[in-house]
């Protein structure tokens, strides 16, 4: 074998390993386990569950609490 023909064989080999990296790479990525996100608001309202903001205003807790403002006075 000639210089050209192993140079020829080395890039081809590094340009398939190359692909196959990423190509694992994005099978990793892609089929890893990813959360749900539930909330925890407006649990009782049953009839809502569909249209979040009805279950949260017709909800008996009606989710977080409202803080009021103080003033204070020096």
């Given at each position: 074998?000639?210089?050209y023909e192993i140079l020829i064989i080395g890039a081809a080999v590094s340009i398939f390993l190359?692909?196959?990296a990423i190509?694992?790479?994005m099978l990793c990525n892609y089929t890893r386990q990813k959360g749900d996100y539930e909330t925890?608001?407006?649990k009782a309202a049953g009839?809502?569950?569909d249209?979040?903001?009805m279950a949260f205003m017709y909800?008996?807790?009606s989710g977080l609490p409202i803080q009021?403002?103080?003033e204070w006075f020096i």
């Open positions: 074998m000639e210089l190359f692909l196959l190509v694992l790479y925890e608001e407006a009839d809502y569950e249209n979040i903001s909800s008996p807790d009021q403002r103080r």
